[in-house]
């Protein structure tokens, strides 16, 4: 397996590996960029096929994690941490210390939080081995889950994409698909049906399914049926790079705007979606209200109303896109990129923006 020709390798600065035989963790750190400051990104833990697929994952959830903080305004770099398992069925604390060991050689190039199949409570226990963990403050509005604030950000994204797609300035009455209902995208669902829209959920697992259905009133489809749905809004809440040449041509929707990182499974795919005439919020923008919420715990002076004041940025962040997009002709993605690289190769640039915010 080669790293530096993978194709999800973009200059990333670091790629390590670890194994412990004793608990049984196998798991990969990717640091993409640390220009802006030392690299964060959640700590995911995945019953991925392979060693291949969980390499894929990291390098291109570390890379967008570079991404995200720069468009955030936030003075941090880009990075991401996989395990390899099952965590409904392999996780245990001594796996968990294990991953603080490993975590801790790497002397704070990189910090950790929660993320996809790990909780505060994981973070808690890999916290006895590193202080680089974040997403563990007490004191947050939530404890230290930054699950909320990715939900909220991505709702107020979502009504940027409704404003922009339809002229809505408020989501009753729009139907809208969710793909993963778990610990984000059921709180985005909550925060859509309270909004007055209309939910159609689906997710790998039975459970999340049937509080979607029996909490929020959502209609649960199959996981296949979610790419069939004749829908106004799309929102892709689970894994990543399911936005592809065979789900897009199945696509009946208006706009895509979800949780998931790295939804477009290659760069040319936003530029299918705009074909289609459907309006694409890059992931790596909507999503941030997550990293934001994190990097305020970082700080040590947590405020909540302070927290909500800059994830609400993300608005006007999102229509600054879709508006340069139209001017320009570009794919929405393409502009994202394009600020944000100006942004984190630019490092005093970056600075000036984050101390006037």
Not at 3 to 28: M, N, R, T
Not at 188 to 197: F, I, T, V
């Amino acid at each position: 397996m080669s790293i530096f020709s993978h194709p999800a390798y973009d200059k990333h600065e670091q790629v390590a590996f670890y194994q412990d035989a004793k608990s049984g963790l196998k798991a990969i750190i990717a640091v993409h960029n640390t220009n802006l400051g030392p690299s964060l990104g959640g700590c995911r833990m995945w019953p991925y096929a392979d060693d291949g697929e969980a390499l894929n994952d990291v390098l291109r959830l570390s890379r967008g994690m570079t991404y995200k903080s720069a468009m955030a305004g936030l003075k941090l770099g880009g990075g991401k941490s996989v395990i390899i398992g099952d965590p409904r069925k392999e996780k245990s604390p001594e796996l968990l210390r294990a991953m603080g060991d490993f975590i801790n050689t790497l002397g704070g190039r990189y910090i950790t939080a929660e993320d996809s199949g790990t909780s505060v409570e994981d973070m808690h226990v890999i916290g006895e081995r590193t202080k680089f963990v974040s997403g563990v403050i007490e004191g947050s509005e939530h404890g230290g889950d930054p699950s909320p604030s990715t939900a909220y950000g991505v709702f107020v994204g979502l009504k940027a994409a409704a404003e922009h797609r339809w002229g809505k300035t408020d989501l009753s009455g729009l139907k809208v698909s969710l793909q993963g209902v778990g610990n984000v995208g059921f709180r985005l669902a909550k925060l859509l049906k309270e909004a007055g829209a209309e939910l159609f959920v689906t997710d790998i697992f039975q459970d999340n399914i049937d509080r979607a259905v029996n909490e929020l009133g959502a209609t649960a489809v199959g996981a296949d049926e979610i790419f069939d749905l004749d829908v106004d809004l799309f929102a892709p809440c689970a894994m990543g790079a399911i936005l592809n040449d065979d789900t897009i041509a199945r696509l009946k929707v208006g706009a895509i705007a979800g949780a998931a990182n790295n939804q477009l499974a290659e760069e040319r795919h936003a530029a299918v979606l705009r074909e289609k005439g459907i309006l694409y919020a890059p992931d790596y923008v909507i999503n941030a209200g997550g990293i934001i919420d994190v990097y305020y715990q970082q700080q040590g002076d947590y405020k909540p109303a302070q927290v909500k004041e800059h994830i609400d940025t993300i608005g006007s962040t999102m229509q600054e896109v879709f508006q340069r997009a139209d001017e320009t002709g570009e794919t929405t993605a393409h502009v994202a990129d394009r600020v944000a690289e100006e942004r984190f190769g630019h490092e005093d640039t970056l600075k000036n923006d984050t101390a006037a915010a």
